[in-house]
């Protein structure tokens, strides 16, 4: 799969567009997708000049599963990787201390729903 990195987003079009959620089994997780889909955002993220305000979020299950979050400016950095991997719109995660942040700044854990 081939991605390519767009221009940093435009804050009023973030602010309008939905977060979205990368649902891996523990099946996906095992066979490395989870690392897979990170480096990747990763890449997109440092092309575009890692941009304040656009984050992935991880939040890993018991029972081996594992969500990755794109909040809006993070999505249109990554519009390739949302439907080549089966994300979906979500509202933003909510915080309860087993949200990770993956990618971005240290800052961007405000983005966050608390």
Known sequence: MTTQA???????QARNS???VIA???EQVTAG????????????????GSPPGAAMFGASHEDGRSD???NPSAATLAKD??????????PP???EGDVELLVGHDGDRRLLSS
């Open 33 to 48: 997708h989870l690392s897979r889909i990170v480096e990747l955002f990763t890449d997109l993220f440092i092309t575009a």
């Open 81 to 90: 990787l949302i439907p080549a991997n089966g994300a979906r719109p979500c």
């Open 68 to 70: 990755l979050y794109l």
């Open 6 to 12: 767009t221009r940093a987003p435009d804050r009023e």
């Open 18 to 20: 939905p977060w979205f």
């Open 93 to 95: 995660p909510l915080d």
């Open 24 to 26: 891996l089994s523990q």
